[in-house]
């Protein structure tokens, strides 16, 4: 680009003071920031600037834009098929990408899915695959299209060459304090999946202690602003809201999330995971051109019910050199050496059963990171064996604790044991699967 | 300093979230930064949110503090005088600093004045004092006790090891957008004036289109804050609010303000100066303990009067290296190759003489720096000959240009021509002098 006549400086200023910057004056900020040449002390103020101030619509459509193309941007013109990806702003327990891409593939759409790895309380699907012996998570960029034609699906992380721009301003605002806004939150969302070349996208945006945004008030916010950016781009999305107040399933951590993954896939796995998997199955048929809610419904319980999605997951490992025995029999998955139960301190009905508490002992236990540099032991989690609803005896199991190390074990108690609250008149808590979806936006 | 447990990421979140910062944490942030443990990125980002969110009175004390303390400190408890220096926020044709310090110290007070150089439409001490031939604003540290004992003036710049963590902040500041901001500038100030080990403080905040506080009110805001850091410091501050709408006196320039501050020294030069002169010299005598103020006018205007002030002036040139003959004869002063005339478009009374608009000609005529690294040009400058109130003719002059360069005297013009508004109504304009002091605050 050959913008002339901005100044950092100026640009930083005028968002300060709350005012508009042009579209031109945007896209030469992550032009210049992505060439190294406007500094990262010059950018952090531009991001605290915009976590006070915010960005227009037409603002946030040039910034997204600018940033998807600041590297490649996929060519998936090749794929015949609808292509449509889910994207979750991250959870904990939350492996709802790995049963839901297989079902959706073998319903004829192609999923070219683009997943990150966890960090903090929250679990990534790179990691939670890579618990399959052999399973790679690179694909060729020649092989990526070709695979999609045939398979339907590829699970994959996001490639370096795709928006850098996003990879280096998100490395400085986990570092500056200004992760927390709206605008630079969607635009980073966005930006990574616009880039794959969809046809339509299902947002998934958790909701609740485990999740970013506490309140249904602040994930609608986000969920608006990212439908809004779709549509700009021509791009239909669907944005649920899901409660994220406690774990998804029973399984929290990598290897026994894949297990409770096939579980879906074999038409088994517990009750909300199944649930959403269906229904976000059913958003991403929408997206694809489905007119019908019942026929979209019907052809996803075929998929599960005849056995095809469960095949196609095969394929996928073995098609990703993954060993598919561990797909056909999950007890060739990693385990961990020692089990723990965590037991009821008292009797009565689970009122709170806290997914961030339950995720930051995850990450003490070391099937998390604290830190991007940390490695995660696949082996490693909790099954969760009491939640919102349930009536549990004292000395029951809250939970069942999967460990390799003591000292780590201790050290996720602690976390874990201020996770339940468990009061003794049984009619205070919810029913287990209430309120699972809080809210739909759409194009 | 062996503060453990901070994080900076942490630090800059509890700013950003309006939360206030316990002093050991502030005091931690200027340590770490000034050794270089703390990048420039999350400093900024840090100042950024500082500009949004402030600083409580508690804040910005351990800041200040913590700035004060960032380097040397000094000590200058073998002067017997009082120690009473003054500062200004910067201004156009705001030459007072060299008048009123040699008066001060011919009153029998120590003036440890550390100026600054010009930065953008304000003009610099430094830059004036250096149109006097071989006069060196550098003293050897332990010479500057000495000097002030014996002549009770040093007129220097601020030292590289005073308060190195200012000189950093200042620079990021400048750079990332971030410098309109009280906490900021209080702290930036004091800190470097509390550096000075003073007995007492008078501070000249200007007000108006040449100043950076635009309005009475923000110059209050601002005179309040730096008055209030120096209670908590122990040290009296008195802050004066005057009128910088129009230049002060005639010169705008560097020679040809020291000459007109001589002028002053000799009992003459223009009222406005000759004014603020005598009341911020008062103003430094009853900080130095003086309780009457009719004794200290009249202990000032002995001083000019009996010539004891130009004898000061004398000698402090002659100390610093200068060539004192310069100061006997001003003509002596470099001197520009050409003049031109300004002339009045049209008949009437000045209602504005912008001191903003003259500022930027100054530095476009090679007066002032638009940049840290631009240098100035000692002998050219403008000489005000119609200022707010005065009746003036067509074809009168506005303004007489000395000039060097004359691509620069038509960018000068061009800055300049905006700078008068003349109406024909004669009783439009306030009388000249009125409303140079808009406000008072003391400890």
């Known amino acids: 680009m050959n913008f002339t006549g901005f100044t950092m400086v100026e640009l930083i200023t005028t968002k300060r003071d709350g005012d508009a910057l042009p579209p031109d004056a945007l896209r030469w900020i992550i032009s ?8 990262d002390y010059q950018m952090s103020a ?11 619509s037409t603002e946030l459509g040039a910034w997204t834009d600018a940033m998807l193309h600041s590297g490649d941007v996929l060519d998936l013109s090749a794929v015949t098929k ?69 398979l339907g699906v590829a699970m ?8 850098p721009a ?25 930006s990574k999946k616009l880039a794959e070349d969809l046809d339509g996208l299902l947002l998934d945006v958790k909701v609740g202690s485990g999740a970013f945004m506490k309140t249904v008030e602040e994930a609608t916010t986000l969920a608006e602003t990212m439908v809004g950016i779709g549509e700009r781009h021509g791009t239909p999305v669907t944005a649920l809201l899901t409660n994220m107040s406690q774990p998804l399933g029973r399984a929290v951590g990598n290897a026994n999330e894949i297990a409770e993954s096939i579980d879906v896939l074999r038409g088994g796995g517990p009750e909300d995971i199944r649930r959403l998997t269906v229904r976000f199955a059913v958003e991403m048929l929408l997206l694809a051109g489905e007119r019908d809610v019942d026929t979209a419904n019907a052809r996803v319980t075929e998929a599960i019910d005849s056995g095809a999605a469960f095949e196609v997951m095969v394929a996928l490992v073995q098609r990703q050199g993954g060993d598919p025995a561990v797909i056909e029999n ?29 995720g930051v002992a995850g990450v003490r236990l ?33 939970a069942l604790i999967a460990y390799n190390d003591e000292s780590k074990l201790h050290s996720a108690i602690e976390a874990l044991a201020g996770a339940w609250d468990i009061a003794s008149d049984v009619g205070a808590a919810p029913a287990p699967t209430e309120g699972l979806i809080l809210g739909e936006i759409r194009s």
Do not use: W
């Open 32 to 39: 210049e920031y992505t060439a190294d040449r406007i500094p």
């Open 156 to 163: 994959v992380g996001q490639s370096e060459t795709l928006v």
């Open 330 to 358: 999950t007890d060739l998955l990693p385990s961990a050496a020692h089990e723990h139960v965590l037991a009821a301190p008292r009797s009565g009905v689970v009122t709170r059963c806290d997914a961030y508490e339950i």
């Open 366 to 398: 070391g099937a998390g990171r604290a830190t991007k540099k940390d490695d995660v032991d696949p082996a490693v989690g909790f099954l969760i064996e009491a939640k919102v609803g349930d009536v549990i005896e004292k000395g029951e199991p809250l």
């Open 166 to 190: 996003d990879r280096r301003i998100y490395a400085l605002r986990d570092a500056t304090g200004t992760v927390p806004s709206v605008p630079l939150i969607s635009s980073s969302i966005m």
């Open 82 to 150: 609808p292509k449509i990806d889910k994207h979750s702003t991250g959870g904990v327990g939350d492996k709802i990408s790995i049963p839901l891409a297989p079902i959706v593939a073998a319903c004829g759409i192609a999923v070219p899915m683009m997943s990150g790895r966890g960090l903090g309380h929250t679990g990534g699907t790179l990691d939670k695959l890579e618990s399959i012996k052999g399973f790679s998570t690179t694909i060729d960029p020649s092989d990526f299209a070709d695979q999609l034609d045939d």
């Open 46 to 56: 531009f991001l605290m600037a915009i976590v006070f101030n915010g960005m227009s």
